[in-house]
């Protein structure tokens, strides 16, 4: 990867995939915004080890997000890429799903690209260009049997980033990273014993490393554009 | 066609019921035999705003109260607007996730105890443009999307007991090809063989087409699918 000395933002990044991903794309040449909503402490010492700068954001308010685009473009230049991570998981059969956890689940993950993304458009497109990731879940790909809210929200997101990939063509790519079962805090605990381990063909988990690795081959990659990208140790094969 | 047997005395609810495909749909189904409670978002016994979750609730219970039983949804409702994405009014982009993918989810749940008493089915009518994304219908798309992911979702949760599948019709003949032209800017005439073009079928869908496809998967015949999602498009999306 070239060293773009530019700023990329990475919502939800002060641990997990975010964390990796705003580690490896400092170490490429980025001056990375670092996001939190709620755990300031380590996306401060995220951001002091990288040489990047942290934010506080929830990712499912507009007016926010648009105030932290607004804040990376003065603190660190312009934005070459905008990483949507940012997002929790939740298991619930679908008797027991509220109201509020329902719409908080399509909030945070399907709204916090929609408004990242409007956010960052306008001044991509001024600068002629611009690179998108949306990091999705091999759910979206293949359900799940106790986290259908999960599963809705993450997978209109996939649905978003196609119909953008071809709205902000050719200036702005957009792409997709859809995770398999990921060794971060959000994987429940039943999903790191043997037996379900045992059944992904790679025999592993995966790490944020390799998670990381694929969101900034994706970032990079100049003809690609609307792509799911699927890592996931072979959990989804079709 | 015969009325099929399995339907006798089974009772649908069927969502947008008043366009072009919904009345396709409805009528199909009676004639398969089946009772159609025909739910639409403005007039009628059976009116319904779907992007308000307590409304979803009250429909399935009125259609519960009035014929005792549930044993079909077809959710075929669905808001729709293009715009610029960073043109797009965030409250009528949340108007048409809300509608479409909230509101299908809300009245599964609601649904659901009756389904699963009845061994029942849910269709869920998605769009091509939910599998393959679409310029300036960033919303739209999205929330198509995600009703394919809740249809694999929920086809796993509430397997064995309800089959949960979805259609992802392709353009079809409707009202709706009015609003594309006048987006478009151009004739009727024209945007439709704009979009017969791109089919290699060489035209655009008829609704009986896609209503044919939603009962078969309501019916015993499909009994051996779940979590599957139809493309009835004329073959527009092979390549992808």
């Given at each position: 990867m070239s060293a773009p000395s530019r700023a990329a933002i990475v919502t939800g990044a002060s641990s997990g995939i975010g964390r990796a991903t705003a580690e490896l794309l400092a170490a490429a040449g980025y001056r990375v915004a670092v996001t939190f909503r709620t755990h300031r402490a380590a996306a401060d010492r995220v951001a002091a080890a990288i040489g990047g700068r942290a934010y506080g954001v929830d990712v499912a308010d507009a007016a926010g997000v648009e105030a932290l685009v607004a804040s990376v473009a003065s603190d660190?230049?312009?934005?070459?890429l905008a990483v949507s991570n940012a997002g929790t998981y939740e298991e619930s059969r679908l008797e027991e799903v509220t109201d509020d956890a329902w719409q908080r689940m399509l909030r945070v993950h399907l709204g916090g690209a929609f408004n990242l993304t409007r956010a960052v458009v306008p001044r991509m497109r001024q600068h002629g260009h611009g690179s998108i990731v949306f990091v999705a879940s091999e759910l979206a790909l293949i359900g799940s049997d106790r986290a259908s809210t999960y599963v809705a929200a993450k997978a209109a997101l996939i649905g978003l980033g196609r119909s953008l990939a071809r709205e902000l063509a050719p200036s702005i790519r957009v792409n997709i990273v859809a995770p398999g079962p990921v060794d971060t805090p959000l994987l429940p605990d039943r999903d790191r014993g043997r037996a379900y381990v045992s059944t992904i063909p790679l025999a592993r988990l995966g790490t944020a490393q390799e998670i990381a690795a694929a969101i900034a081959h994706v970032a990079e990659a100049a003809w690609m554009t609307g792509s799911v990208h699927s890592i996931n140790g072979g959990v989804v094969i079709q | 066609m015969s009325p099929d047997a399995q339907a006798i005395g089974r009772v649908a609810l069927v969502t947008g019921s008043a366009g072009g495909l919904g009345r396709a749909i409805c009528a199909r189904l009676r004639r398969a035999g089946w009772t159609v409670a025909a739910a639409t978002h403005r007039d009628g016994p059976l009116a319904a705003d779907l992007a308000e979750p307590e409304q979803a609730r009250a429909l399935v219970g009125l259609v519960v109260e009035s014929h005792g039983r549930l044993d079909l949804l077809v959710a075929n409702h669905a808001a729709m607007t293009m715009a610029a994405v960073e043109d797009h009014p965030p409250d009528d982009w949340w108007r048409v996730v809300d509608t479409n993918l909230s509101g299908s989810f809300h009245l599964a749940q609601a649904a659901v105890p009756h389904l699963r008493r009845a061994r029942g089915a849910i269709v869920f009518v998605t769009s091509e443009w939910g599998a393959i994304g679409w310029p300036g219908a960033s919303a739209y798309a999205a929330s198509k999307a995600g009703l394919i992911g809740l249809t694999r979702a929920l086809a796993r949760e509430l397997a064995p007991d309800i089959r949960v599948n979805a259609v992802a019709p392709g353009v079809v003949d409707t009202p709706q090809l009015d609003v594309d032209a006048a987006a478009a800017g151009v004739s009727l005439a024209e945007i439709r063989d704009r979009y017969a073009a791109a089919s290699p079928l060489g035209r655009i869908g008829q609704p009986v087409e896609i209503a044919a496809t939603i009962a078969f998967l309501a019916s015993n015949d499909a009994s051996y699918y779940t979590g599957q999602v139809f493309h009835p498009n004329g073959g527009t999306t092979t390549a992808s």
């Amino acid at each position: 990867m070239s060293a773009p000395s530019r700023a990329a933002i990475v919502t939800g990044a002060s641990s997990g995939i975010g964390r990796a991903t705003a580690e490896l794309l400092a170490a490429a040449g980025y001056r990375v915004a670092v996001t939190f909503r709620t755990h300031r402490a380590a996306a401060d010492r995220v951001a002091a080890a990288i040489g990047g700068r942290a934010y506080g954001v929830d990712v499912a308010d507009a007016a926010g997000v648009e105030a932290l685009v607004a804040s990376v473009a003065s603190d660190l230049g312009p934005i070459a890429l905008a990483v949507s991570n940012a997002g929790t998981y939740e298991e619930s059969r679908l008797e027991e799903v509220t109201d509020d956890a329902w719409q908080r689940m399509l909030r945070v993950h399907l709204g916090g690209a929609f408004n990242l993304t409007r956010a960052v458009v306008p001044r991509m497109r001024q600068h002629g260009h611009g690179s998108i990731v949306f990091v999705a879940s091999e759910l979206a790909l293949i359900g799940s049997d106790r986290a259908s809210t999960y599963v809705a929200a993450k997978a209109a997101l996939i649905g978003l980033g196609r119909s953008l990939a071809r709205e902000l063509a050719p200036s702005i790519r957009v792409n997709i990273v859809a995770p398999g079962p990921v060794d971060t805090p959000l994987l429940p605990d039943r999903d790191r014993g043997r037996a379900y381990v045992s059944t992904i063909p790679l025999a592993r988990l995966g790490t944020a490393q390799e998670i990381a690795a694929a969101i900034a081959h994706v970032a990079e990659a100049a003809w690609m554009t609307g792509s799911v990208h699927s890592i996931n140790g072979g959990v989804v094969i079709q | 066609m015969s009325p099929d047997a399995q339907a006798i005395g089974r009772v649908a609810l069927v969502t947008g019921s008043a366009g072009g495909l919904g009345r396709a749909i409805c009528a199909r189904l009676r004639r398969a035999g089946w009772t159609v409670a025909a739910a639409t978002h403005r007039d009628g016994p059976l009116a319904a705003d779907l992007a308000e979750p307590e409304q979803a609730r009250a429909l399935v219970g009125l259609v519960v109260e009035s014929h005792g039983r549930l044993d079909l949804l077809v959710a075929n409702h669905a808001a729709m607007t293009m715009a610029a994405v960073e043109d797009h009014p965030p409250d009528d982009w949340w108007r048409v996730v809300d509608t479409n993918l909230s509101g299908s989810f809300h009245l599964a749940q609601a649904a659901v105890p009756h389904l699963r008493r009845a061994r029942g089915a849910i269709v869920f009518v998605t769009s091509e443009w939910g599998a393959i994304g679409w310029p300036g219908a960033s919303a739209y798309a999205a929330s198509k999307a995600g009703l394919i992911g809740l249809t694999r979702a929920l086809a796993r949760e509430l397997a064995p007991d309800i089959r949960v599948n979805a259609v992802a019709p392709g353009v079809v003949d409707t009202p709706q090809l009015d609003v594309d032209a006048a987006a478009a800017g151009v004739s009727l005439a024209e945007i439709r063989d704009r979009y017969a073009a791109a089919s290699p079928l060489g035209r655009i869908g008829q609704p009986v087409e896609i209503a044919a496809t939603i009962a078969f998967l309501a019916s015993n015949d499909a009994s051996y699918y779940t979590g599957q999602v139809f493309h009835p498009n004329g073959g527009t999306t092979t390549a992808s």
